[in-house]
């Protein structure tokens, strides 16, 4: 079955301590980004990846970082995590930038 | 259409009614356009999606217009069902990013 895995799917912890979400897809795509989803704010793009070991920021890099160093993962890192961060995240992939989205269930992160 | 501040507007349609969703964008150059719904606990899925060099293009039961003089996107769903309720988002490529608005519930009267 063709899909984007995200995990954990829910995780809490505390200011400072350093996190990571991964993110998998099984369809072979080469356009791989992060999202985060705040009330009335809709989705905010995170960092992007065009292709292996390419990555750039999207609106809300701060505090975030990604690795692309193969095509099907794309992990998303906070080293010291705030509670700012606390959030729902979205991994999602495509084919390529102009093409639709995959999206995996989300990651609902709590930082205390 | 898209909200601001802290309230996602809700629109609010009779079964089996004619859905209308908006969307202004701010980008001229924007070239590429897509819709999403969200059910909730879920990720967003793809409805469709309209480049630029179009004015309309239509899937099953939905209809997506786009207006570039006044950078104007909506979508349409025809015969809304009770699975239609969900949010529903906009979004535009820009500068090799993709921007979402942020979004309108659709709530379907009984």
Redesign the interface.
């Known amino acids: 079955e063709a899909q984007?895995t995200q995990n954990p799917r829910y995780l809490i912890t505390v200011t400072g301590k350093k996190l990571t979400v991964t993110c998998s897809q099984n369809m072979n795509h080469e356009y791989m980004?992060w999202?985060r989803q705040d009330?009335?704010?809709?989705?905010?793009?995170i960092y992007?990846s065009?292709n292996v070991e390419v990555t750039?920021k999207?609106?809300v890099p701060e505090g975030y970082k990604v690795s692309r160093k193969e095509k099907r993962n794309f992990p998303l890192i906070l080293e010291s995590p705030s509670p700012n961060q606390t959030s729902l995240y979205?991994c999602?992939s495509s084919w390529g930038?102009?093409n639709?989205?995959?999206?995996?269930?989300?990651t609902r992160l709590t930082v205390t | 259409g898209e909200s601001v501040g802290l309230h996602l507007p809700t629109l609010s349609v009779q079964e089996g009614d004619n859905s209308i969703i908006n969307c202004a964008y701010s980008n001229s150059a924007s070239d590429y356009f897509i819709w999403y719904k969200q059910e909730s606990g879920k990720g967003p899925q793809f409805i469709i999606d309209i480049r630029s060099n179009m004015d309309k293009r239509q899937g099953q039961r939905v209809t997506v217009l786009l207006n570039k003089t006044v950078k104007h996107l909506s979508l349409q769903i025809a015969a809304t069902q009770p699975g239609d309720s969900a949010v529903y988002f906009c979004a535009e490529i820009r500068d090799d990013k993709i921007i979402f608005g942020k979004g309108t519930r659709l709530h379907i009267l009984p």
Not at chain 1, 39 to 45: D, M, S
Not at chain 1, 100 to 106: A, K, N, S
């Open positions: 984007v980004s999202y009330p009335g704010l809709g989705l905010r793009q992007y065009m750039d999207g609106d979205f999602a930038l102009e639709e989205q995959y999206f995996g269930p989300g």
